[in-house]
């Protein structure tokens, strides 16, 4: 079982940029951020293996960047342009296995992230 800790949500304005970091006890093969807002689904923003494959959803790629440190076991989410259909709660994640399957790992308590127009 890995423990995630996620830090540096908050408020901004659209078209402003936040960094969110997640702290991992241990390393994990995938390692992702998903979000979740009041009344919508789970979506999984971005993720990255191993071996540094990423792959973003749609509705933030080109805006969002994710990297993570193996050596520290870290993860990150540089979020810019952001909109204010950013606005949820933002979970670090990690699991075992590939990419796809990000949902079966662990999480963080996660951190809010509101953008407002």
């Known amino acids: 079982q890995v423990q995630l800790v996620e830090s540096g949500g908050g408020s901004v304005q659209a078209g402003g940029s936040l960094r969110l970091s997640c702290a991992a006890s241990?390393?994990?093969?995938?390692m992702g951020w998903f979000r979740q807002a009041p009344g919508k689904e789970r979506e999984v923003v971005a993720a990255i293996d191993n071996d540094g494959s990423t792959t973003y959803s749609i509705s933030v790629k080109g805006r969002f960047t994710i990297s993570r440190d193996k050596a520290k076991n870290t993860l990150a989410l540089q979020m810019d342009s952001l909109k204010p259909e950013d606005t949820a709660m933002y979970y670090c994640a990690a699991y075992g296995g590939s990419c796809p399957s990000l949902y079966f790992g662990s999480r963080g308590q996660g951190t809010q992230v509101t953008v407002s127009s």
């Open positions: 241990n390393g994990m093969y995938c």
